[in-house]
């Protein structure tokens, strides 16, 4: 349709609905009435700018059934007055908007002509429910739209913020959503929320340290459950602000299976950043050495202590409490000895005070050690001096010789 066919349409549409649709006085003007001039491709205002809304996409959107003068309630006569007001949509999503005006995303806000919900929401007039697979912020949507910006290199550059576009996407939260089509899978609203999104230092944020494990618990509510039971949980409810929480160990965007082996064989360093001793005993020990060479099959922190309801030697119900030590190390060597558990996995052969025994005999050992590798280091030493002198005495011949 050239620009005079368009003339002919809309000037016949303003004849029809002068004489029809708004000469019967309903005082309102029906969504078919506005189509008749804004459904009709290729129309733009005096600015050049599209105001085209397809009838079939605006008939299945969530907005259809209020129809336009809902939102464009400045528009009282035909044809309507321009400018058109922006449309405020906090007139019906009150409790949205108040959310959002809370926000980080209000905070950076910039572009007063593009409105912010629009940015996640897309087009006004083709917006369906969350629960409609064509929303921008439908389950399998969600990380792709909100990617828009936080897998902008520029984005992340200007506000100082790692490209978790990329991380979630390669984790396993990710690869459940993507990959296996899990809508239960957690997307970036199940742990930052949809409108309310807050800094992680903002005590409210769900992502604020000491809120992480109930955030987490939402899916993860057994594991939940015991962290809350162990040691670390038990810290942090106690107000210790540097207590480890889910991601900690986890991390926060770049989360992996548990069973891989690349997690497996970090998890002693990621224990050892904060128990930097016990690591260092821990290394010392046939597991660790173990472990230092990629071995999988071994014990590690997690396998003694557990992942979650980490408990002190001293409580009865931790695994590594005397009484329960032969059912732990049993996991991996089967029915096992009282005499076989007796054996300290975290002895410090530097620590002569609670050690003596092992203090000693490691400097011993050490000292023959230097003694053996000392004496033939010299007997090599003596013995090249007396071969050179043999061999000047000889004038050289004393290989021929010796062969002779």
């Known amino acids: 349709m050239n620009a005079w066919q368009r003339c002919v349409v809309v000037s016949v549409a303003i004849l029809v609905l002068s004489s029809v649709g708004w ?25 050049g700018h599209s105001i085209y809304v397809d009838p079939k996409e605006f008939s299945s959107s969530v907005h259809a059934a209020l129809g336009c003068q809902t939102c464009h309630s400045d528009v009282t006569e035909f044809p309507h007055k321009l400018p058109v007001k922006k449309v405020a949509c906090s007139t019906c999503h009150a409790t949205e908007e108040s959310d959002f005006q809370v926000s980080v995303h209000h905070l950076v806000m910039k572009s007063a002509s593009s409105p912010a919900c629009l940015n996640c929401h897309g087009n006004p007039h083709t917006i369906v429910s969350v629960h409609d697979s064509r929303s921008p912020v439908y389950a399998l949507n969600l990380p ?26 390669d984790s396993i939260h990710g690869f459940a959503l993507t990959r296996d089509g899990l809508l239960v899978a957690a997307t970036c ?58 991601t900690s160990c986890h991390t926060a965007h770049s989360i992996v299976s548990v069973r891989t082996a690349s997690f497996q064989l970090k998890t002693t360093a990621k224990c ?28 590690r922190c997690w396998n003694c202590h557990r992942p979650h309801e980490i408990l002190p030697a001293s409580d009865p ?41 092992l203090y000693y005999t490691a400097r011993f050992m050490n000292f023959l050690m230097l003694a053996v590798f000392g004496f033939f280091g010299l007997h090599t030493i003596l013995w090249f001096i007396r071969s050179m002198v043999e061999r000047r005495k000889s004038g050289g011949k004393g290989e021929e010789s010796a062969s002779d």
């Open 144 to 169: 792709r739209t909100c990617g828009k910006c936080h897998g902008n290199p520029e984005v992340a550059k200007e506000y100082g913020l790692p490209n978790v576009y990329s991380m979630y996407i």
């Open 317 to 357: 119900q931790s695994s590594i409490a005397p009484d329960n030590l032969q059912k732990t190390c049993g996991q991996c060597h089967g029915k096992v000895s009282k005499s076989f558990v007796s054996y300290d996995p975290h002895a410090n052969p530097h620590d002569s005070t609670h050690y003596p025994g």
């Open 23 to 47: 000469a019967q006085g309903s005082g309102s003007l029906s969504s078919s009435s506005c189509l008749a001039c804004h459904g009709q491709e290729g129309v733009k205002d005096s600015k």
């Open 272 to 299: 050892g950043s904060c128990h930097a001793e016990r690591a260092a005993t821990y290394h010392d020990t046939f597991h660790g050495q173990v472990t230092a060479l990629g071995f999988v099959v071994t014990a």
């Open 189 to 246: 609203t199940s742990c930052h929320g949809a409108h309310k999104i807050l800094a992680p230092n903002n005590p409210h944020s769900p992502v604020y340290r000491k809120n992480i494990p109930a955030t987490c618990g939402a899916c993860h509510a057994g594991i939940e459950a015991k962290y809350l039971l162990g040691a670390h949980g038990k810290a942090l409810k106690a107000g210790v602000s540097d207590a480890p929480v889910c």
